[in-house]
């Protein structure tokens, strides 16, 4: 079987680099674990990084906002703040937009030289939090749409799993506000084998405490047809697992790595698996 190429990309409270460390780790570990003969080179990660073209306009809007020093509950705060910063700023035609995007396009194409990848034919599954999974998902969209990138991998054509969790997606897909950042696609690549399309999945994590987040599937039927599943589940530690701020908590909870580490090993798994 081949190998899976694993991009990942971050979302609101993960503004620094190598932000995906950890998760690779215990994504990792959990998949060798899962069954015999797995080894940890049958996954090949990579980070897409896009924090930095905000931060410092995100940081300035804070300090700015708060000039009183008075305001309350500073990091829910900032969450909320910044999703609403973040709307704003990714809008096509603005130029964060384009460098988001232009940032997205240069990891994969870098993922992509990558001396194990094969750009004919190596899955890829794209791992996406938070707002990361807005800017994502429109990214696929208007790829798929331009089929214009040099080979399968960058072109997504061998997208065989999307994992989105914290997503807020769904403040963009009312019908009535007509966003183009709202609308779904189809994350099953065109260059992929028959065994591999029967496996492609897009599946959604949220906890129900994570006011960010949102179920996707009942959105619309598009969205219904598209994902193939939507997973409740409880992250965060003692101190934010019943709160908003579990928002970053996805990172380091085993209630989401472990399920995406499974997800991987069925990927991978032998034909006879798929045949039951």
């Excluded at 994504?27 to 003969?37: F, L, N």
């Excluded at 300090?63 to 700023?89: C, F, P, V």
């Excluded at 579990?246 to 798929?274: I, M, N, Q």
Aim: net charge negative.
């Amino acid at each position: 079987m081949k190998r899976l190429a694993i991009a990942v990309i971050h979302g609101l409270g993960s503004e620094e680099e190598y932000y995906s460390v950890e998760l690779k780790h215990r994504i990792t570990e959990e998949y060798v674990k899962g069954g015999d003969g797995r080894m940890e080179d049958d996954l090949l990660f990579h980070e897409i990084y896009w924090g930095d073209l905000v931060k410092d306009q995100l940081a300035e809007f804070r300090q700015k906002a708060n000039y009183k020093g008075d305001l309350a509950y500073q990091n829910l705060r900032q969450i909320m703040t910044d999703t609403q910063a973040l709307a704003l700023l990714y809008t096509p035609g603005t130029e964060i937009y384009e460098a988001i995007n232009n940032r997205i396009k240069d990891g994969l194409r870098k993922f992509a030289s990558h001396r194990r990848v094969d750009v004919n034919d190596t899955p890829l599954v794209i791992l996406a939090h938070s707002y990361g999974g807005v800017m994502m998902s429109h990214y696929m969209r208007e790829t798929q749409l331009s089929n214009s990138l040099p080979n399968n991998f960058e072109g997504l054509k061998t997208l065989v799993g999307y994992v989105t969790f914290g997503n807020p997606m769904g403040l963009y897909a009312m019908e009535a506000a007509h966003s183009l950042l709202g609308q779904p696609c189809d994350i099953v690549g065109g260059a992929l084998d028959v065994d591999l399309k029967k496996r492609a999945r897009w599946y959604n994590f949220y906890d129900k405490d994570d006011i960010i987040a949102y179920p996707l599937k009942g959105l619309s039927d598009d969205f219904n047809t598209y994902v193939h599943g939507d997973f409740e589940i409880n992250v965060g530690s003692a101190a934010t697992s019943w709160n908003p701020a579990c928002h970053t908590g996805y990172w380091e909870d085993k209630d989401f790595y472990r399920p995406v580490a499974d997800f991987l090993g069925e990927l991978r798994a032998p034909h006879s698996f798929w045949q039951s």
